[in-house]
C-alpha cells in the first residue's frame, strides 16, 4: 500500500501537470517516454528504452499508471527470481519475436559497450554466447534457454 | 497456409513442447540415442519414431490411409493443432491428441491431471507464461487474410487457458494463490481480473455452504494480511542502512555490496549473541550482586581502553568477575550452569545457522553455478541493474569492453602456450606459494617467541604499573601489523604470478591470507593453552584481556588500512603516479578481515563474555568509515566477479576453519583445562563440562527426574552412544552422496536428451521450413477423406503439376543421398533431378531410408562388425516400417526388410496406377517409373534377386530409390485423382 502510495508520487511527480490526483474515474493518462526515461532510477541504464518498451501497454514506452507499477514491482527487490528473468529475457529480446537470437545480442552488446567493439569481436562473442546458453541447438535462445542460464548465474538482478 | 506454417516455425510452443515436456510418452526411447553416427542416423531415429507412435495411435484411430500420411501427420502435428484448437497445452507431447475428435474440454481435463497433480503453482507460473509468449508471437508473423481465423482461435484458446488458471487459482490455499497471481507475468489489470475471477469463483462454489462465519473470517483474514503487508513494508523501510546499501549498491555493483551485507550480517549476529550472553550470564548477576568486588587500589586509568587490564579486570567483562554461587531469592540462578549452557547453546546455534546459511547458499550460488557458461552470462546477466550512477555505469561498460575483450585474446592465447613456458609458470607459482607460505610461518614463529618474551616479565600481580600495562600491547600490535601488512604482500605477489583465471587468482589469494590468519591464532591459542593456563591464577581473564587487545587493535589497523590502503593510494595514484590509478576496493581482503575479527569474538565468548558488545560496536563504526573511503577515495572494480559465489565462498571460510576452529578451542577449554581456582564460576571444579555432573548428581535426589540422569549416564556420557551416532550419520552421507552422484548422472542425461531434441527438432523445423519456402504461393487443396491432413500445410497439388517446390524437394532428398553414400565411402550416383513430387519431404525421408537399408545391405557383405550392427538396426526398423505398410496397402502383407523387394512392389504399384486412366499430368510420373524400373533392370541384374548380399552397386540404389520415389509419387496423383 505505503509503496504504492509512493509511486503514484513519483509517477504524478514526472508531470504534475497531466497526472490528476484523483485516480477514481480511471482517467486515461500516458506518460511520454521521455519522462519515464528521465527518472533517476533509469536516466543511466542502457536498457532503458526497452524497458519502458516492455513494460508499457503500447510497446513505445508510453506509460499508464499501471505500466508503471508494473514496472517497478518488478524491478524492485521483492518480485520474484522468476518473474525478472521472464522480463529480462523480453528485454533483451529487441526485436519481440520471442527469442534471444544473433541480432538481439548484437543490440546488446552494443549498448553495453558503447560500440567499441569491432564487429568482428561482437560476432565472436555473440557465437560465444548463443554457443555456451542454447541448449537445444537451434541457434538463439529461448526463454528456457535463459532462465537456465539464469539458474546458474546466481548473481542474476539482484 | 503459410501464416499459419510461419506461425508454427516460430511458435516457441513447439519448441516448449519438445524441450520442456517431461512427460513425452512414446518417442522417449528412440530420442535418447545419442546420435554419435551422424547426419544420417538422425534422420533414421527420426523416422523410427513415426511408426511406432502410429501403431500406438492406430488401435485407437481409424487412419484409413496411407501409412506416409500418417507420417505426414505426425510432423503436421504443430499445425494441425494450431488451426483447430491452437496452443491447447496438452497437443504438444501426445500424438494422440491429433485425433481431433475429442472435444476440447476433455482434452484440457487431461492436460490438467496430467501436468497438475501436485505443487501447481510453478508449473502454472511457466505455462502461463509460455502461453502468453504464444499468444504473442502469433501476430508479427501474422498473414492478414488469416488474421480473422486465427484471432477467433486464439481468443478460444485464452479463454480455455484462462479458466484453467482460475481453476488452478481456486485449488490453492489463499497465500499460496496470492504468491502465485504476484508472480504471473502479466499486468495489473491482467492479475485484478484474475483475481477477480478466482474469488467470485470461490464464491459462487461456497455461497451455499457458508453464511456469515465464513465471511467474516475472510474478512478478518484480510485485514491480518493487510496489516502484515504494510508492516512489512515499514519494516523493509526502517530497515537499518537501507539508503546507504542503495547508494552503494548504485554506485560500485553488487559484489562491493556484498562486503556491506556481509557486515551487517555479521553485527545481526553479534547483536544477537551480545542479547544472549547480556541476559542470561550478566543480568542475572547484576541484578542479584550488583557491585563489582573491585580492589581498593585499583581505579580506572584510561589506558584500560586500549588493553582491558587493570580496573575491567574485576568487572564483568571478563570471565573472572563472575561468581559461581546459585543466586538467591525467590528462584535459584545457577550461575555455573548458565554460563555453561549459555556459552554451549549459543556456541551450537551459531553452527547450525552458519550450516544452514552455508548449505542454502551452496545450493543457490554454487552446485547450480556451471563455470562454462561463462561469456553468456558476462554478457546477458552480469549487468547490475541497481547501477543508478552515470559515473558507474560508464566504468562498467568499459570494463565489460575490456573483459570480452580479454577473454577473447586469452582463447587466443592459450593455445600458443609451449612446454617451456608452462614450466615457467609452474615455478613462478611454486615459488611464490613457497615464499607466502613461509610468511605465514614466520610470522606464526615470531608471535610465539613475542609471546614468549612477554611471559618472561608478566607476572601474576593485581596491578601494574602503568609501563607493564603498556607492554602488554606489543603482541597485538604485531599481530596487527601482520595482518595489515603481509596480505599487501600477498596482492604484490598476485600482480607477478598470471593466472588464466581471475577466478583462480583470487582463490589463491584467499587461501594464503587465511593461512595467514591461522598460522597466528594457532599459535596464540597454544600459547593460551598450555602457558598462560599454567602460569596464572586467575587466567581465563587474561586470556579474555588478550582477546581484548587483538579485538581492539585489529579495530585500530582496519581503520588504519582503510586509510593507508585506499586514501594514501587514492592521493598517489590522482597527485604522484597516475598511472596507478584510483584504488579499488578489494572485496576479498576485507571480507577476510572481517572474519578475522569475527573469530576473535567467537573465541572469546568464553573467557569474555560481553566482547560482542565490543564488536558490535566496532562493526557500526566500521560500516561508516568503509562507507566514507569507498566514496571518497574508491572506484568500482574494474572486474566484475561473481558475487554471489564469493559470498558462497566467503560463508563457508567463516564456518570453516574460523569457527570451526574456535569452537574446537572453547571446547577444549570447557573439557581439558582446569578452570582457575580463585576467580570465575567454575572455581573448584576439575573441568568445566563437570559442572554438568554436579548438576545431575543434585537431580539424582529429586523424584520424578530420574530419567535426566539415565540420560546423562547411559546416552551423554556412553561412548557407545557416539560410536553409534557418528556410524549412523555416516551411513546416511554415504546414502546421500550416492544419491547425489545418481542425480549428477540424471542430470548429464537429461541435458543429453534436450540437446538431442532440439536436434530433432531443429532438424524437422529446417525440413519444413524448406518445404514452405518453395510453396510460397501454391494454392492448397483440402482433402477430405483424412481428417488430418486437411490441415497439413504440405498439401496435395492439383493434378500432380510438377513444380519448382517438388524439385527442391528431390535435389534436398538427393543430396542426402549422397551425404549418406559418401559417409559410407561408397560412390553415389546422383539421382536425376527432374523427379516431380508434391508430397515432397516425405518422399526425401523416404528416399533417404530407402538409401539407408540399401546401404545396410551393401555392407553386409562386408566383414566389419560395426557396419553388421547397424545394418541389423536400419533393419528391425525397416521390418517395423514394412507391417505398417502392409497394413496400409491391404494387400499382400510383405514382410520382408529387404528395400529390393519394396522396391519391386512399389514398381507393381506404380505399374498398377499407371494402367488406370489417369489425368494426362500422371504421365510424366509413368515416364519416371517406367524410367527408373528400366535403370534399376539395366544395372542391376542382382536386386531382382531376394538375396541382398547381391548388390552392391550403387547405381542400383538410386535407381531403387527413384522407384520408390516414382511409385510414393504415383500414388499421390492416384489420390488426388478422386
Known amino acids: 500500500m505505503i509503496f504504492k502510495i509512493l509511486l503514484f508520487d513519483r509517477y504524478r511527480d514526472l508531470a504534475p501537470q497531466l497526472v490528476p490526483l484523483d485516480y477514481t474515474s480511471h482517467p486515461d493518462v500516458k506518460l511520454p517516454y521521455e519522462l519515464i526515461g528521465s527518472m533517476p532510477e533509469l536516466k543511466d541504464n542502457p536498457f532503458r528504452q526497452r524497458i519502458a518498451e516492455v513494460f508499457s501497454e503500447d510497446g513505445e514506452g508510453n506509460m499508464t499508471l499501471d505500466d508503471f507499477l508494473d514496472m517497478f514491482s518488478v524491478l524492485s527487490e521483492m518480485a520474484p527470481r522468476d518473474l525478472k528473468a521472464y522480463y529480462a529475457f523480453k528485454i533483451y529480446d529487441f526485436n519481440n519475436d520471442d527469442f534471444i537470437c544473433k541480432s538481439d545480442l548484437e543490440k546488446t552488446l552494443n549498448k553495453l559497450t558503447r560500440n567499441e567493439l569491432t564487429e568482428d569481436e561482437v560476432r565472436m562473442v555473440c557465437e560465444k554466447v548463443i554457443d555456451e546458453a542454447d541448449l537445444d541447438n537451434d541457434g538463439r535462445l529461448s526463454l528456457e534457454d535463459f532462465q537456465h542460464m539464469i539458474v546458474r548465474a546466481p548473481d542474476f538482478l539482484r | ?978
Open chain 2, 1 to 978: 497456409m503459410t501464416s499459419y506454417s510461419n506461425g508454427a516455425f516460430f511458435n516457441p510452443a513447439y519448441h516448449d513442447s519438445e524441450t520442456l515436456e517431461i512427460d513425452r510418452s512414446s518417442s522417449k526411447t528412440h530420442h535418447t540415442n545419442p546420435y554419435a553416427r551422424g547426419d544420417g542416423d538422425r534422420a533414421v531415429a527420426h523416422y523410427s519414431t513415426g511408426p511406432t507412435i502410429s501403431d500406438d495411435v492406430a488401435g485407437r484411430v481409424p487412419w484409413g490411409g496411407w501409412q506416409e500420411e500418417s507420417w505426414r501427420g505426425m510432423e503436421s502435428i504443430p499445425m494441425g493443432l494450431i488451426s483447430t484448437s491452437p496452443e491447447s497445452p496438452s497437443w504438444q507431447h501426445d500424438v494422440n491428441h491429433s485425433t481431433f475428435q475429442i472435444p476440447p474440454g476433455s482434452q484440457y481435463d487431461r492436460s490438467t491431471s496430467v501436468r497438475l497433480p501436485s505443487a501447481p503453482s510453478g508449473n502454472m507460473t511457466m505455462r502461463w507464461r509460455g502461453m502468453t509468449m504464444r499468444r504473442m508471437s502469433m501476430f508479427p508473423n501474422g498473414n492478414p487474410t488469416h488474421i480473422a481465423f486465427t484471432e477467433d482461435a486464439i481468443r478460444n484458446e485464452m479463454e480455455n487457458e484462462e479458466q484453467n488458471l482460475v481453476k488452478e487459482l481456486v485449488a490453492l490455499s489463499t497465500q499460496d494463490r496470492i504468491w502465485a497471481i504476484r508472480d504471473l507475468p502479466m499486468s495489473v489489470d491482467e492479475k485484478k481480473h484474475i483475481r477477480s475471477q478466482v474469488l467470485a469463483f470461490k464464491t459462487s462454489k461456497q455461497s451455499r455452504q457458508f453464511t456469515c462465519f465464513a465471511d467474516c473470517s475472510e474478512n478478518v483474514s484480510l485485514s491480518f494480511r493487510r496489516c502484515g503487508y504494510n508492516l512489512r513494508s515499514a519494516r523493509q523501510t526502517l530497515e537499518l542502512w537501507q539508503g546507504i546499501m542503495k547508494e552503494i549498491g548504485g554506485t560500485f555493483g553488487t559484489s562491493v555490496l556484498s562486503y556491506f551485507v556481509f557486515l551487517k550480517w555479521l553485527l545481526m549476529f553479534n547483536i544477537f549473541s551480545f542479547l544472549v550472553n547480556f541476559g542470561f550470564i550478566t543480568i542475572p548477576l547484576l541484578v542479584f550482586d550488583p557491585s563489582p568486588n573491585i580492589p581498593p587500589n585499583v581505579s580506572f586509568r584510561g589506558l584500560e581502553i586500549l588493553t582491558g587490564a587493570g580496573y575491567f579486570q574485576y568487572t564483568i567483562m571478563y570471565y573472572g568477575g563472575y561468581s559461581n554461587e546459585t543466586l538467591g531469592g525467590p528462584v535459584k540462578y545457577n550461575m555455573q550452569l548458565a554460563y555453561f549452557f549459555t556459552i554451549a547453546i549459543y556456541m551450537v546455534l551459531c553452527g547450525i545457522a552458519l550450516i544452514f546459511s552455508m548449505a542454502s547458499s551452496f545450493k543457490k550460488n554454487y552446485v547450480l553455478a556451471d563455470p562454462s557458461s561463462n561469456k553468456a552470462w558476462q554478457l546477458l546477466s552480469s549487468w547490475d541493474f541497481s547501477i543508478t550512477n552515470e559515473r558507474a555505469v560508464r566504468q562498467r561498460k568499459n570494463n565489460l569492453r575490456v573483459q570480452l575483450k580479454e577473454s577473447l585474446s586469452e582463447k587466443a592465447q592459450r593455445r600458443q602456450l609451449t612446454l617451456s613456458e608452462k614450466l615457467k609458470h609452474f615455478g613462478v607459482y611454486l615459488g611464490f606459494w613457497l615464499l607466502s607460505t613461509g610468511l605465514a610461518v614466520g610470522c606464526g614463529a615470531s608471535i610465539y617467541y613475542l609471546c614468549q618474551y612477554e611471559q618472561q616479565w608478566a607476572t601474576d600481580a593485581a596491578n601494574w604499573s602503568l609501563l607493564q600495562e603498556a607492554k602488554t600491547l606489543l603482541v597485538p600490535f604485531v599481530v596487527s601489523l601482520m595482518n595489515l601488512v603481509v596480505p599487501l604482500f600477498y596482492s604484490l605477489f598476485n600482480k607477478f604470478e598470471h593466472y588464466s583465471s581471475q577466478r583462480r587468482q583470487i582463490y589463491a589469494l584467499v587461501v594464503r591470507n587465511v593461512l595467514l590468519k591461522m598460522s597466528i591464532l594457532a599459535v596464540l591459542c597454544y600459547y593460551w593453552m598450555n602457558v598462560v593456563a599454567k602460569k596464572f591464577s586467575c587466567w581465563e581473564s587474561m586470556v579474555g584481556q588478550a582477546l581484548y587487545r587483538l579485538v581492539i587493535f585489529d579495530f585500530l589497523f582496519l581503520m588504519l588500512g582503510s586509510f593507508f590502503g585506499e586514501f594514501l593510494s587514492n592521493v598517489i595514484g590522482t597527485r604522484l603516479l597516475p598511472r596507478l590509478g584510483v584504488p579499488e576496493f578489494d572485496v576479498a581482503r576485507n571480507v577476510l578481515e572481517l572474519i578475522y575479527a569475527q573469530t576473535l569474538a567467537w573465541i572469546g565468548i568464553y573467557f569474555s563474555p560481553l566482547l560482542p558488545a565490543i564488536q558490535i560496536f566496532k562493526l557500526f563504526i566500521l560500516f561508516y568509515i568503509k562507507k566514507v573511503s569507498l566514496m571518497k577515495n574508491c572506484q568500482p572494480p574494474r572486474r566484475s566477479g561473481r558475487a554471489a559465489q564469493m559470498q558462497t565462498i566467503f560463508i563457508a571460510l567463516l564456518f570453516f576453519p574460523y569457527f570451526v576452529g574456535s569452537l574446537s578451542m572453547v571446547a577444549y577449554t570447557a573439557w581439558r583445562l582446569t578452570p582457575s581456582e580463585q576467580c570465575g564460576p567454575f572455581r573448584g571444579l576439575n573441568n568445566t563440562f563437570s559442572v554438568v555432573g554436579v548438576w545431575i548428581d543434585d537431580l539424582g535426589g529429586i523424584p520424578g527426574s530420574q530419567w535426566v540422569v539415565w540420560i546423562y549416564q547411559n546416552v551423554i556420557r556412553s561412548e557407545i552412544f557416539y560410536f553409534l551416532i557418528s556410524l549412523i550419520i555416516i551411513a546416511i552421507i554415504y546414502i546421500f552422496w550416492q544419491v547425489t552422484q545418481g542425480r549428477k548422472q540424471l542430470i548429464v542425461l537429461l541435458r543429453q536428451q534436450v540437446v538431442n531434441e532440439g536436434n530433432d527438432k531443429s532438424f524437422l523445423l529446417d525440413k519444413l521450413q524448406n518445404l514452405q519456402k518453395s510453396q510460397p504461393d501454391k494454392k492448397s487443396k483440402q482433402k477430405t477423406q483424412k481428417k488430418h491432413t486437411k490441415r497439413h500445410l504440405d498439401e496435395h497439388s492439383l493434378g500432380g503439376q510438377s513444380n519448382s517446390n517438388a524439385m527442391v524437394q528431390a535435389l534436398l532428398a538427393r543430396q542426402q543421398l549422397e551425404e549418406e553414400e559418401e559417409r559410407r565411402d561408397t560412390g553415389g550416383v546422383p539421382v536425376p533431378s527432374d523427379i516431380s513430387t508434391s508430397s515432397a519431404l516425405i518422399q526425401a525421408m523416404l528416399a533417404r531410408q530407402r538409401a539407408y537399408d540399401q546401404d545396410g545391405d551393401e555392407h553386409l557383405s562386408s566383414a566389419s562388425a560395426l557396419s553388421q550392427a547397424v545394418q541389423a538396426r536400419q533393419r528391425a526398423e525397416g521390418q517395423e516400417r514394412d507391417e505398417y505398410y502392409s497394413t496400409g496397402f491391404s494387400e499382400n502383407p510383405i514382410n520382408t526388410s529387404s528395400a529390393v523387394a519394396q522396391a519391386m512392389q512399389a514398381r507393381q504399384r506404380a505399374e498398377e496406377d499407371g494402367a488406370d486412366d489417369l489425368p494426362s499430368s500422371v504421365s510424366s510420373v509413368m515416364m519416371q517409373v517406367m524410367q527408373a524400373r528400366q535403370i534399376a533392370e539395366e544395372e542391376d541384374g542382382p536386386p531382382w534377386v531376394p538375396a541382398p548380399t547381391q548388390n552392391p552397386s550403387p547405381a542400383g540404389s538410386s535407381a531403387l530409390i527413384q522407384a520408390m520415389l516414382a511409385r510414393q509419387q504415383a500414388q499421390n496423383e492416384y489420390d488426388d485423382g478422386y
